[in-house]
């Protein structure tokens, strides 16, 4: 506990979703699938089905993540546990385009969507949660391993620029 100088780390899966209206509320950040409807994480609590969201810095779940940091460093946690870090349960929205994923006809090699990987639309914020936790003195925790060079590179350097920040850490769930 926070009174015996261990960290207090708060709960977050960045990407499930069970407040009400979400989609109506973050219509810009949902996950969709190839015909256009919200992807959900299965049975995730019970047997609720809550639908996937993704934040990124120029969305409006971005910047509902964003109010959550500063909620939970406002509250006294020393940092966030982040489950299902670059989001398990998919791997691509056909709701963005990331610049450079797409689907390609088998045949032809014609490009059939444009689709957004999931970890590279939400890198560039990720990294700005870990940073600003790590730069008030907080600790990152992760669910899953850094599935980009960059992301490697960022986890080593503790998320600080110059790289004194010692590595943030991620583990794998063996389940």
Not at 122 to 146: D, F, K, L, W
Request: glycine fraction near 10%; charged fraction near 20%; hydrophobic fraction near 35%.
């Amino acid at each position: 506990s926070r009174e015996a100088g261990l960290p207090a780390l708060m709960y977050l899966n960045a990407f499930d979703n069970s407040e009400p209206n979400a989609a109506a509320k973050y219509p810009d950040s949902r996950i969709l699938d190839p015909s256009g409807r919200q992807v959900v994480g299965n049975n995730c609590s019970a047997g609720q089905d809550y639908p996937l969201f993704y934040g990124t810095d120029k969305n409006t779940y971005g910047d509902e993540l964003d109010a959550f940091v500063d909620r939970i460093l406002a509250f006294g946690y020393t940092g966030m546990y982040h489950d299902d870090f670059m989001c398990a349960a998919t791997s691509y929205t056909f709701s963005e385009w990331d610049g450079y994923s797409a689907l390609l006809d088998p045949e032809s090699s014609a490009v059939t969507a444009l689709i957004g990987n999931v970890n590279l639309l939400t890198q560039s914020h990720e990294m700005g949660m870990a940073s600003r936790i790590r730069a008030a003195g907080g600790q990152m925790v992760y669910n899953s391993h850094p599935k980009t060079r960059t992301w490697r590179q960022f986890a080593q350097r503790g998320g600080v620029a110059g790289g004194d920040g010692g590595a943030i850490l991620h583990f794998v769930e063996d389940w």
